[in-house]
Each structure stands twice: as C-alpha cells, then as structure tokens.
Nanobody, 124 residues
Framework: QVQLVESGGGLVQAGGSLRLSCAASGRTFSSSAMGWFRQAPGKEREFVATISWSGKSTYYVHSVKGRFTISRDNAKNTVYLQMNSLKPEDTAVYYC?????????????????WGQGTQVTVSS
C-alpha cells in the first residue's frame, strides 16, 4: 500500500511561485511513476504533469508547459511540482497520485493511489 501526503500549497499573487511536495510511504515508490492533477471548484479533476519512475521522462498538460516542473527524489520518497508564473486559472486543489504505468500517464484511470490534496490559490 502507498500513502501520499501533499504539502506546500497556499495563497500567492499572480506571477508568483510555489513548490508542492508529495511525500510517499511504501517500498514501491522508487519503482513507480507519479503524477500531479488538479481540480478547480465545479470542474473535473484534470491532469497536470507526470514523471517516470526514474525521473528521466516527464510530460505536461499544454497549459502549464514552460511554467511548471515535475521532479522526484527517490532517496527521499518525494515528488515535487515547481510552479512558476502562476495565473489565477491555476487556482485548484492539487493532488499527487501513483500510476502503475511505468513511464507515467495523463489518464486519471491509470492512477491507483491518491493524496488528500493541497489548496493553491492565485490572486489577480
């Protein structure tokens, strides 16, 4: 079983930065691809970024490319999401999740473990 705990959310002005962290428990973390999703009020949960188990492969939704960076530290069982140049439309609850697809995935149904989420609010 894998437990995921996100942190690092908060309130930031447009143009600012935040770094989200997701701490994982369980021996399978270093062999698991991970992803970040977000859900804004009244909207469906959407894919943001994914990273392979090795960290060598990443993939982003178009709207965050060039602004967000996903990374991982397998020694610390942690995955990160560095968010720069934040926009009001980035406001959402951000979730990290584990996928059984080794190279990562942008499909919600490929993820089997989820964190509780952390709120990110970007003011204009």
């Amino acid at each position: 079983q894998v437990q995921l705990v996100e942190s690092g959310g908060g309130l930031v002005q447009a143009g600012g930065s935040l770094r989200l962290s997701c701490a994982a428990s369980g021996r399978t973390f270093s062999s698991s691809a991970m992803g970040w999703f977000r859900q804004a009020p009244g909207k469906e949960r959407e894919f943001v970024a994914t990273i392979s188990w090795s960290g060598k492969s990443t993939y982003y939704v178009h709207s965050v490319k060039g602004r967000f960076t996903i990374s991982r530290d397998n020694a610390k069982n942690t995955v990160y999401l560095q968010m720069n140049s934040l926009k009001p439309e980035d406001t959402a609850v951000y979730y990290c999740a584990r996928t059984y697809v080794s190279g990562g995935s942008d499909r919600l149904r490929d993820y089997d473990y989820w964190g509780q989420g952390t709120q990110v609010t970007v003011s204009s």
